[in-house]
């Protein structure tokens, strides 16, 4: 079936740099993108979401692009610090599917001092 | 304000036994969605529930069974436990089907 994947399993950068983690998804009926942060021990946490019919959203320290004609979905950290490293997942969903999310695979940041 | 608990936070079972996780969702939100995540993937859907229906569910065998009661808490079964049902069992809450949903930190089952 259709799922949602991601290109790079672990991703290092500096204290201070800005981090780009990327997700691919391959259903075009999905409407609305989430990401989630997770660290050890702990569920997933909301960060941000988009829904298709806008390109570009912007949270505190953090922007999702989407790019509905290659299906890809981008999370955009800046100035990342050392609380920001976990896994992070993207997530699809479309309206038929009520709360029924479809994961990624996950990507691990590591932000080096 | 509490967030989405669950119980028991670790749980060990041999093959063949049955199992049932508990979820309280966020006071006021009416909706449970149920997801395994096997270590070092992403969490895979296998329930939701919203004021007591089942709304959905994911690619999973019939041992897999949960409920929601009238106070919107909810359990998860499984029955005839396999190895490969080892695995964090995450609960999600959100007030109505189509909103945001919050996590729990799960319950990590092991089954030898």
């Known amino acids: 079936g259709e799922s949602v994947g991601l290109h790079l399993p672990t991703l290092s950068v500096q204290e201070g740099d800005n981090s780009i983690i990327n997700c691919a998804y391959s259903?075009?009926?999905?409407?609305?993108f989430i990401w989630y942060k997770q660290e050890s021990g702990k569920g997933p946490q909301f960060i941000i979401d988009i829904r298709s019919n806008m390109d570009k959203r912007q949270g505190q320290r953090v922007t999702v692009l989407l790019n509905k004609t290659v299906k890809h979905l981008s999370l955009q950290i800046a100035a990342t610090q050392p609380g920001d490293s976990a896994v992070y997942f993207c997530a699809e969903n479309y309206n038929n599917a009520g709360n029924m999310l479809t994961f990624g695979g996950g990507t691990r940041l590591m932000v080096k001092p | 304000d509490a967030g989405v608990t669950q119980s028991p936070t670790h749980l060990i079972k041999t093959r063949g036994q049955h199992v049932t996780l508990r979820c309280s969702p966020i006071s006021g939100h009416k909706s449970v969605s149920w997801y395994q995540q096997v270590l070092g993937q992403g969490p895979q859907f296998i329930f939701q529930y919203y004021e007591k229906e089942e709304r959905g569910r994911g690619n999973f065998p019939d041992r897999f069974s949960a409920r929601q009661f009238p106070n919107y808490s909810s359990e998860l079964n499984v029955n005839a436990l396999l190895l490969g049902d080892s695995a964090l069992y995450l609960c999600?809450?959100?007030?109505?089907?189509?909103?945001?949903?919050?996590f729990g930190p799960g319950t990590r089952l092991t089954v030898l």
């Open positions: 259903n075009s009926a999905s409407d609305y």
């Open positions: 999600a809450s959100s007030y109505r089907v189509s909103n945001e949903q919050f």
